[in-house]
């Protein structure tokens, strides 16, 4: 299994530009998140998603989109990039029923300038 | 009030110590509770689970009291592999969409 799989590493963005992070998952866990990590900073939820169709806001939603037409795949949108967007994204995924351990991918590093 | 708070570091500590970490959570419904591992540029991996009545694994020791809503790591003979930041989770909900809430976390830094 290849986990958690996201892309791009890394992008470069102009302000104004939009852009989608790929996240998929082949472990066929329901439930998957996206994260953004600023530097000396706690991980704060974006989005989350509890099954395919099924998508919430988490504590920081403002400036993203996402979407859920399957199991597998959970892509992030941002719409007019902004320099506050410059961050490093993680989307993770959990099986329902588990003691709570969420598996991460490796990351994007997103750069807003 | 943050809501998940810990000491940033960095703990600068050589091979073989033994060193303790605290973090303090402020929901005193939050229902459980998780050390996870961040190595440099890389994604948080799940460390251990933390339990009221306390858990051990190898070189590692969790505790909780809910009391004082505070949760403990120690690392006993550290390694450099140690090296890390260590992330304090909470889940603030019973079941539910497991909406963790994740500390900024204490960096770590074993040297020989």
């Known amino acids: 299994n290849a986990g958690v799989t996201q892309t791009p590493k890394f992008r470069i963005l102009k302000i104004g530009q939009s852009m989608t992070l790929q996240c998929a998952q082949d472990?066929?866990?329901?439930?998957m998140y996206w994260y953004r990590q600023d530097p000396g900073m706690g991980l704060k939820l974006i989005y989350y998603?509890?099954?395919?169709?099924?998508?919430d806001k988490g504590e920081v939603p403002n400036g993203y989109n996402v979407s859920r037409s399957t199991t597998e795949d959970f892509p992030l949108r941002l719409e007019l990039a902004a320099p506050s967007q410059t961050s490093v994204y993680f989307c993770a995924s959990r099986e329902v029923g588990s003691l709570d351990e969420q598996f991460f991918g490796p990351g994007t590093r997103l750069t807003v300038l | 009030r943050k809501e998940v708070e810990q000491d940033p570091g960095p703990f600068n500590v050589p091979e073989g110590a033994t060193v303790a970490f605290n973090c303090t959570y402020s929901n005193s419904a939050s229902q459980s509770f998780f050390w996870y591992r961040q190595d440099c540029r890389k994604e948080p991996k799940l460390l251990m689970s933390?339990?009221?009545s306390g858990n051990e694994d190898g070189r590692f020791t969790a505790q909780l009291n809910r009391a004082s809503q505070y949760i403990s790591l120690l690392i006993r003979d550290s390694k450099l592999s140690d090296s890390a930041t260590y992330l304090c989770v909470v889940n603030p909900s019973l079941g539910g969409y497991n909406k963790l809430i994740f500390g900024a976390g204490t960096r770590l830094a074993v040297h020989p």
């Open positions: 472990m066929n866990h329901n439930y």
């Open positions: 933390v339990y009221s």
């Open positions: 998603s509890v099954g395919a169709g099924i998508t």
